[in-house]
């Protein structure tokens, strides 16, 4: 990798660690680990989650409510909450600086 680029890429890294959704984010998930399980729960709604969005079920709207009425409950909790949001903003970031990269390299796929 070119140098420049190599620098340019450290500087991100050290942006996006210095970034309140960073701060935020590992706040979250200090929480959730502290709780005994409640990692390996999160692992399992946001797996479960996954498949179901990546399905193409023809009854994708039944699968979502049977899936949504499973964790209701879960979901109440504000730690889970607290933590999928500040997870959800750090995806959000990171598509976006995954886009812009994307967007000047046309990759034959």
């Known amino acids: ?12 890294v050290e942006a996006i660690q210095k970034s309140s959704e960073f701060d935020n984010f590992q ?7 502290s709780i005994p399980g ?8 946001c797996w479960k989650n996954y498949k179901i969005q ?9 699968q979502m409510e049977k899936f ?13 909450e607290q933590y999928l949001e500040h997870e959800l903003r ?13 967007d000047i390299v046309e990759l034959v796929i």
């Open 1 to 12: 990798m070119d140098d420049t680029i190599r620098e340019k890429l450290n500087e991100l």
């Open 90 to 102: 750090m995806c959000r970031m990171l598509q976006e600086i995954n886009g812009k990269v994307m």
């Open 27 to 33: 706040a979250a998930e200090r929480q959730v680990r």
């Open 38 to 45: 409640l990692p390996d729960k999160i692992r399992e709604f």
């Open 54 to 62: 990546n399905s193409e079920a023809e009854d994708l709207c039944e």
């Open 68 to 80: 949504e009425a499973e964790y209701e409950e879960f979901r109440k909790n504000p730690v889970v």
